[in-house]
Nanobody, 117 residues
Framework: QVQLVESGGGLVQPGGSLRLSCAAS????????TAWYRQAPGKQRELVAK???????VYADSVKGRFTISRDNAKNTMYLQMSSLKPEDTAVYYC???????????WGQGTQVTVSS
């Protein structure tokens, strides 16, 4: 069974930093495009950052320059380094993996990030 497990969320003050991790089992990240999404209460889930199997990255305009997505294929783990956090970054952050050729799409259960004084 495929499992994606997020960790590293928590409460931070505005301007602070957090690093989220996503550990996968049942799949190898090297064969997938992986991404971080987030969803705030009452809002639609949105793409935060994506990294392809070839290493290309895409960021939402709202986080560009503040967040960095990366992954370690040997450890089958993806990361999101978040800096200069703002209250509007408060959301549940989800790990995603997809493989278009086999129409596969997997989600983790999410980790809460709260940015508040």
């Amino acid at each position: 069974q495929v499992q994606l497990v997020e960790s590293g969320g928590g409460l931070v003050q505005p301007g602070g930093s957090l690093r989220l991790s996503c550990a996968a089992s049942g799949i190898s990240f090297s064969r997938y495009a992986t991404a971080w999404y987030r969803q705030a209460p009452g809002k639609q889930r949105e793409l935060v950052a994506k990294i392809t199997s070839g290493g290309s990255t895409v960021y939402a305009d709202s986080v560009k320059g503040r967040f960095t997505i990366s992954r370690d294929n040997a450890k089958n783990t993806m990361y999101l380094q978040m800096s200069s956090l703002k209250p509007e970054d408060t959301a549940v952050y989800y790990c995603n993996a997809e493989r278009t050729i086999s129409i596969e799409n997997y989600w983790g259960q999410g980790t809460q990030v709260t940015v508040s004084s």
